[in-house]
């Protein structure tokens, strides 16, 4: 019986096989970890689960309540760096919480926050 490493045509099919679930951990990884970002879950805890259990850790990740409250418009979805605009108590103006004046009409508004030019001095 000749040997298999002697054939070069033939494939071992415990390779592919391999390269299938390979290919659907990062597949169903990278699933995982989108779906982390947009519930506010860590991504990187997820996408090692749904890398390595594939389609049964996708749909642990689904399962997973959100940890945060996020307004995340339907899409794609980043990690939010930015706080919520506050909305000007005059005209309703939607200005970042740390605005000294609304952008809409000019009226002097009270900052939530202090802004990072400020903290830089």
């Known amino acids: 019986m000749p040997d ?4 070069p045509a033939r494939m ?3 390779w592919l ?4 679930y390979i290919l659907s951990g990062l597949i169903f990884g990278g699933l995982s970890g989108y779906v982390a970002v947009s519930k506010g879950l860590p991504p990187h805890l997820y996408f090692f689960i749904g890398f390595f259990l594939s389609v049964a850790g996708y749909v642990y990740v689904l399962t997973r ?3 945060v409250n ?3 418009p339907a ?3 980043k990690v939010p760096k ?10 309703g103006y939607a200005n970042h919480p740390a605005a000294k004046t609304c952008a809409g009409c000019g009226t002097r508004l009270h900052p939530a926050l202090a802004s990072d030019m400020d903290r830089l001095g």
Do not use: R
């Open 4 to 7: 298999e490493s002697s054939n």
């Open 12 to 14: 071992n099919w415990l």
């Open 17 to 20: 096989w391999f390269g299938f």
């Open 65 to 67: 309540a959100s940890s």
């Open 70 to 72: 996020q307004n995340v």
């Open 75 to 77: 899409g794609l979805t």
């Open 82 to 91: 930015t706080y919520a605009p506050a909305p000007c108590e005059k005209c």
